[in-house]
């Protein structure tokens, strides 16, 4: 930043301001000619008008008005800032426009932070049942990591939330200021591409001294924190070599698909490529998997900082379901 010497700082802090109301008011006279007349319109007292008049005259720092003509005409200067007071006004009345424009086009529209796991595979199905049997719902998807998809609820960023919850890793969200509702549940399980005989490339539990390719969540991921649950609780220890890394599920299924390792994913993130056989699971039924259940949240009505009734609305439905 530049330096700037004390007197100018000075200056800058004691500029005048000027505001609407006088711009408002030397656009009347200019159309009346009238002081008395103006102020009127305006409905404030004449000398009231006038002190108006004077303070935005002192704030341009020349006359505007030449007050020796009746009917009053501005001066050769009071015409030229005429036209750039009607440009100001006529910016400032678009610029209101459009921000109600705004706030009115958001009103009914429902924004959801969702993880991005979930914003590719679970969002859609959901959001498509839901309109089915509640009708359409205007909604902005933010698709963020699941820290960052909270704070977007706590900061009053967001409408919902729709995220994976787990005994293990509970999300920090304090029951007194958000509630919850469960939307279902899914499997996060080890899935890979299967070789000519059908079989998985790569499989869980592995024999000794054979260390399988791993595809893994970013560390700190919340999925990464529920795969290293599933390793620790498993029947046996594997021996797994982490070749890969990302904090999107969808990063880890492109690798698999591929035939690069072995990947975790969430249940519905695979539906499509199981049913083509594009992926297989890479575990016995029931063996390292741990079911996650979706829920739904919202910071309570007592709470809110920005309630709509479209969201009250659904919600409510979700309730009565």
Same mark, same amino acid.
């Given at each position: 930043?530049?330096?700037?010497?004390?007197?100018?700082?000075?200056?800058?802090?004691?500029?005048?301001?000027?505001?609407?109301? @006088?711009?408002?008011?030397?656009?009347? /006279?200019? *159309?009346?000619?009238?002081?008395?007349?103006?102020?009127?319109?305006?409905?404030?007292?004449?000398?009231?008008?006038? &002190?108006?008049?004077?303070?935005?005259?002192?704030?341009?720092?020349?006359?505007?008005?030449?007050?020796?003509?009746?009917?009053?005409?501005?001066?050769?200067?009071?015409?030229?800032?005429?036209?750039?007071?009607?440009?100001?006004?006529?910016?400032?009345?678009? =610029?209101?426009?459009?921000?109600?424009?705004?706030?009115?086009?958001?009103?009914? $529209?429902?924004?959801?932070?969702?993880?991005?796991?979930?914003?590719?595979?679970?969002?859609?199905?959901?959001?498509? *049942?839901?309109?089915?049997?509640?009708?359409?719902?205007?909604?902005?998807?933010?698709?963020?990591?699941?820290?960052?998809?909270?704070?977007?609820? $706590?900061?009053?960023?967001?409408?919902? /939330?729709?995220?994976?919850?787990?005994?293990?890793?509970?999300?920090?969200?304090?029951?007194? &200021?958000?509630?919850?509702?469960?939307?279902?549940?899914?499997?996060?399980?080890?899935?890979?591409?299967?070789?000519?005989?059908?079989?998985?490339?790569?499989?869980?539990?592995?024999?000794?001294?054979?260390?399988?390719?791993?595809?893994?969540?970013?560390?700190?991921?919340?999925?990464?924190?529920?795969?290293?649950?599933?390793?620790?609780?498993?029947?046996?220890?594997?021996?797994?070599? =982490?070749?890969?890394?990302?904090?999107?599920?969808?990063?880890?299924?492109?690798?698999?698909? *591929?035939?690069?390792?072995?990947?975790?994913?969430?249940?519905?993130?695979?539906?499509?490529?199981?049913? =083509?056989?594009?992926?297989?699971?890479? =575990?016995?039924?029931?063996?390292?998997?741990?079911?996650?259940?979706?829920?739904?949240?919202?910071?309570?009505?007592?709470?809110?900082?920005?309630?709509?009734?479209?969201?009250?609305?659904? @919600?409510?439905?979700?309730?009565?379901?």
């Amino acid at each position: 930043m530049a330096w700037v010497q004390p007197a100018a700082r000075l200056r800058l802090a004691t500029l005048p301001r000027v505001e609407t109301k @006088w711009l408002e008011d030397f656009v009347s /006279l200019a *159309e009346t000619r009238s002081f008395s007349r103006s102020a009127q319109l305006r409905h404030v007292t004449q000398p009231a008008f006038s &002190r108006r008049i004077q303070a935005l005259e002192a704030w341009v720092g020349v006359d505007l008005v030449d007050r020796s003509a009746y009917p009053t005409r501005l001066t050769p200067a009071g015409e030229t800032f005429h036209a750039q007071a009607l440009e100001v006004l006529d910016s400032l009345q678009a =610029a209101r426009n459009m921000m109600r424009a705004h706030q009115q086009a958001g009103h009914d $529209t429902i924004e959801f932070a969702v993880p991005h796991t979930l914003a590719f595979s679970f969002f859609p199905h959901w959001l498509m *049942e839901l309109k089915q049997r509640f009708g359409t719902v205007k909604c902005r998807l933010i698709a963020l990591n699941v820290h960052d998809a909270v704070m977007h609820l $706590t900061e009053g960023s967001c409408d919902l /939330l729709i995220a994976y919850h787990h005994a293990s890793q509970p999300l920090p969200l304090a029951p007194e &200021r958000y509630e919850m509702m469960s939307l279902g549940s899914e499997t996060l399980a080890p899935y890979a591409m299967p070789g000519p005989d059908g079989q998985p490339l790569f499989r869980l539990p592995t024999s000794k001294r054979v260390r399988v390719p791993f595809l893994s969540y970013a560390s700190g991921a919340y999925l990464a924190r529920l795969v290293e649950q599933i390793l620790k609780h498993g029947d046996q220890p594997v021996e797994l070599d =982490a070749i890969y890394e990302t904090d999107m599920a969808e990063g880890l299924k492109a690798m698999a698909l *591929e035939g690069h390792g072995l990947a975790f994913l969430p249940s519905s993130s695979v539906s499509q490529e199981l049913r =083509a056989r594009r992926l297989v699971p890479a =575990a016995p039924a029931g063996r390292y998997e741990l079911t996650m259940e979706v829920r739904i949240y919202r910071e309570r009505p007592e709470h809110a900082r920005h309630a709509k009734a479209t969201t009250e609305a659904v @919600w409510n439905f979700l309730q009565q379901r």
